[in-house]
């Protein structure tokens, strides 16, 4: 969708914050409030923008967070995946895919344990469609997010009203705070105190958004094995900021642990731009890390992958054990 700088201006300050006054975004971007709200309605309409919360899953208590993909001999139907995945708050997020596998999943645990349990019971109940599986933790998620799924948030150890907060956040975390007090049968001042609260407890990360439609509909996921060359530090940095010429939009990356060091997943126009850029991709990355696995995601089947207008170069947090690699 083309659009002017002001609009594009109002949804990077919405990426960030999604809770952000009208009045204060106005003070930014250099017009009035009223031309603010017309603009963003218009593109509330076009885009279909969501208002939804970025946890932090740590601090809720869930420490152990995986992707999965499996390669399937047989690719089962969504409506088994599907009736499988939603017997269990874990997987987050979940898409078939084409490519070195057709499936791949986002899963979050409060212990090793339970990660095992749900693994042996997931394995057993596709065991007949299973040719290979492979396990990455997450170690950290440098840009990007999958959002919790209610049933996850309804397992936090929190007092109800606290929880439903949460809920109706996660809904819409542009909600007044009026008609949220109202929603949770609550006066508006114990609100903004439960919200003080939880801001400060750090439970969530960032009042985010998403957009539904957009004009960078393929989705591909690449998994890549780090070389680390003695000046490591230096040529990342030279890759993580070179431009690259195919339109595209980073929705994910995180550092992992297996047998792939980190996953991207990214959004193009077409199929044709997406292969483009892997190729070109390839040459700019070669001193630093070689491909692992990679595919297309044909279908999300559970959750979804926040589509923002923040850019890496902006919102990116580099992982902090860079430092020791130049020791």
Not at 95 to 122: L, M, P, Q, R, V
Not at 215 to 221: A, G, M, T, W, Y
Request: hydrophobic fraction near 40%.
């Amino acid at each position: 969708m083309d659009m002017d700088s002001k609009s594009e201006a109002i949804l990077n300050r919405l990426s960030k914050d999604s809770r952000a006054s009208l009045s204060s975004i106005a003070r930014e971007i250099g017009v009035s409030p009223v031309t603010v709200k017309k603009k963003l309605d218009m593109l509330e309409k076009k885009l279909d923008i969501k208002y939804l919360l970025r946890f932090n899953e740590k601090k809720l208590g869930f420490l152990f967070n995986y992707f999965i993909t499996i390669k399937f001999k047989k690719i089962p139907s969504e409506h088994i995946l599907k009736e499988i995945l939603l017997r269990h708050p874990a997987p987050q997020f979940a898409a078939i895919c084409k490519g070195d596998f057709n499936f791949i999943a986002y899963i979050s645990f409060k212990s090793a344990e339970e990660y095992f349990a749900w693994t042996s019971w997931f394995r057993h109940k596709l065991q007949q469609y299973i040719e290979s599986w492979n396990t990455f933790s997450l170690i950290d998620m440098h840009f990007g997010f999958f959002p919790l799924r209610e049933e996850l948030i309804s397992d936090i150890d929190l007092k109800q009203s606290l929880k439903d907060i949460l809920h109706y956040l996660h809904e819409n975390s542009r909600i007044a705070l009026n008609d949220l007090a109202r929603l949770v049968n609550l006066s508006p001042p114990t609100v903004k105190y439960h919200l003080t609260r939880i801001l400060h407890s750090n439970y969530i990360t960032m009042n985010a958004m998403s957009v539904e439609k957009t004009d960078l509909p393929i989705q591909f996921v690449e998994l890549s094995i780090l070389k680390y060359p003695k000046d490591y530090i230096q040529k990342n940095k030279e890759v993580r900021y070179r431009k690259i010429r195919t339109p595209k939009k980073t929705l994910i990356a995180a550092t992992i642990s297996g047998t792939a060091d980190f996953l991207s997943i990214y959004s193009f126009k077409n199929t044709e731009d997406c292969y483009k850029f892997q190729n070109e991709f390839k040459k700019i990355v070669s001193s630093i890390s070689s491909p692992h696995s990679s595919a297309l995601i044909l279908k999300v089947i559970l959750g979804k992958i926040p589509y923002n207008y923040l850019t890496v170069e902006e919102a990116y947090s580099p992982p902090n054990y860079y430092l020791y690699l130049g020791r």
